[in-house]
């Protein structure tokens, strides 16, 4: 059978890619630097915590409900939507400047990025054949990955410029010049034909192992970035380690799951990995890392930036892929947006995990916990059986290579 993915016209992915930073690179960039701040907006750790949960929160609530709309009305306009209300909100604060502000533009930018990031989602899986899916899907986790990466850095850099306004009117700019990029790049896909769902059909499919298996693996890759972003610098600190050297161990985390991912698709689409010993792979990497993070000093912190980056950057890719080829076309942004979430779940539950079982029996035991539950995750990747195939716009699965 023929593909039904369109030729997308040059270019018309980059708008894309810089979606997937714009998200990364807002969350990141204003997270990592509000902390710094000290006076009206940020008075207490209670308020700092309230503000980091904002935009977090925001997306387990309305990523699958933006997901399902991307569906209904098309992916384009919701992400040029989303894309626009997060210039508006950015901007809010920028021209404001008001502690209360802060609050109402954090959650608005965390609502936006529920609209415009499963929509990005989906259309990187709608312009692409299946055929090249992986290739395409570990570009744009390249470049979230980039955001993520530069967030922390450059957010700083612009707050010690122009305080948090500054780096709010910076995030208004990279939204609004997105947003116009996209309008004129980005093709919106032919319409597909709509079938009616039920919420038995929906559940049914979201209980699917073809759906579970990648998005569990998701949710732990982002478990144990979370945790490793998170807590090896509390490791290097508690082992005499300078705040540079945990910082650089951070940031070759960071750069191993963004180098790993565009290699990790082109390898899927070529055939010299399939999606279950990629993703069982990636997991026992992952497992290996956090395992690492018990030794002592520099070397277990390095070993442990190293495996750790380089599981979650092959998981990411295969992932993704693989739920876009196994998803009938009519029904991506629904898939993405509960794909998300599941990161979304995994993002927030590692840190508690291993934070609960380190306060009981120290940190060391939170990062073996968390490995095991990893380990323990490879019989999912492996219980996928076959690579799933292409699904047409109806739903109907097309012949399918051995995964």
Sequence with gaps: MTETAPTPRRGAMWPLYAAGFTTAFGAHG????LGALSGDAVTSLLVLGGLLALYDGAEVVLKPIFGTLADRIGARPVLLGGLVAFAAASAAYAVVDDPAWLWAARLGQGAAASAFS??????VARLNPAAKQ?????????YKSIGYTLGPLLGGVLVWAGGLRLLFAVLALLGAAVAVWALFTVPAPAPLPKTRQTL???????????????TAALAAATAALSVGVGFLPVSGAVAGLSAVATGAAVSVLAACAALV?????RALDAGRLTVRAGL???LLLTAAGLGCATIPGLAGVLAAAVLIGAGTG???PLGFAALATATPQARLGQTMGAAELGR????AGGPLLVAGIATLAGLASGYAALAVLLAAGTALAFALGRRPAPASPDGTEKSGAES
């Design 30 to 33: 204003i997270a990592a630097n």
């Design 344 to 347: 979304e779940l995994g993002d």
């Design 134 to 142: 992986g290739r395409a899907f570990g570009s744009y986790g390249f």
């Design 118 to 123: 499963p929509s990005a989602s989906a259309l």
């Design 200 to 214: 038995l059909d929906l559940a049914r499919r979201l209980t699917d192992p073809v759906f579970l298996g990648p």
């Design 261 to 265: 991912q565009p290699a990790a698709g």
């Design 280 to 282: 069982g792979a990636g």
């Design 314 to 316: 092959l998981i990411t």
